[in-house]
């Protein structure tokens, strides 16, 4: 079946831009995830969410960052007034359950000018 | 909050070679993943374990609990092994969903 989908692959921007980038979880799979990858820098964790439970955000790194997810579909994470700091790769996982193995998407590479 | 450590940062190797990448952790832990990531990005499984070992082909993953310490085994390298190899550590308790991460290990198989 079709693995994690995130689009765009690619988003070049202006600083003070809105950006949303989009993630299509596998089939089935309660739980989503979103995480950050900075240039040389090891993957961090955004946000959780798990079926129709509230989301875990505690990893969004400042009020500028939303993401939203309706039911156990598509997620969309926002990222208001761009700025260069936040280039990086965006990652989103999906997982039957929490306990189990999380599949990746290819990522969203942005980059804010 | 668990500090994830990898070892050593880059690693080269000639093909057929016997490679080990090193893991440690602080805090204790429900589960331990080891990634692969290729150039252009994407994000492999190869593991998840919790006890003992694993072996998938030519990868060998063993994990001590006590120790707090994980290695990955590749054996026979060839130079599509080439990668980042990362090593995710799941935390106990409630937020037993969150990933803590390493920052990888650069594997590179010359021919």
């Known amino acids: 079946g079709a693995g994690v989908s995130q689009s765009p692959s690619n988003k070049v921007t202006e600083k003070g831009k809105d950006v949303e980038l989009r993630c299509d979880p596998i089939?089935?799979?309660?739980?989503l995830y979103w995480y950050r990858q900075r240039l040389g820098q090891g993957l961090e964790f955004l946000i959780y969410?798990?079926?129709?439970?509230?989301?875990?955000k505690s990893g969004l790194p400042s009020d500028r960052f939303s993401a939203e997810r309706t039911g156990e579909s598509v997620s969309t994470l926002t990222i208001q007034r761009t700025q260069q700091e936040d280039s990086a790769v965006y990652l989103c996982?999906?997982?039957?359950?929490?306990?189990?193995?999380?599949?990746f998407g290819p990522g969203t590479r942005l980059l804010v000018l | 909050k668990n500090e994830v450590e990898q070892s050593p940062q880059n690693l080269t190797a000639q093909e057929g070679e016997f490679i080990t990448i090193n893991c440690s952790y602080s805090?204790?832990?429900?589960?331990l993943h080891w990634l692969q990531q290729h150039p252009g990005g994407g994000i492999v499984s190869l593991f998840m374990?919790?006890?003992g070992k694993k072996k998938h082909g030519r990868l060998i993953a063993t994990i001590n609990i006590q120790e707090k310490h994980s290695s990955l085994h590749i054996t026979a390298s060839h130079p599509r092994d080439s990668a980042v190899y990362i090593c995710?550590?799941?935390?106990?308790?409630?937020?037993?969903?969150?990933?803590?991460f390493g920052k990888g290990t650069l594997l590179t198989v010359n021919p």
């Open positions: 996982a999906s997982s039957r359950d929490p306990a189990e193995t999380q599949y």
């Open positions: 089939s089935g799979h309660t739980a």
């Open positions: 969410f798990q079926g129709n439970s509230a989301p875990d």
């Open positions: 805090v204790g832990i429900s589960a």
């Open positions: 374990l919790s006890s």
């Open positions: 995710a550590v799941k935390n106990s308790g409630g937020s037993n969903y969150k990933l803590t």
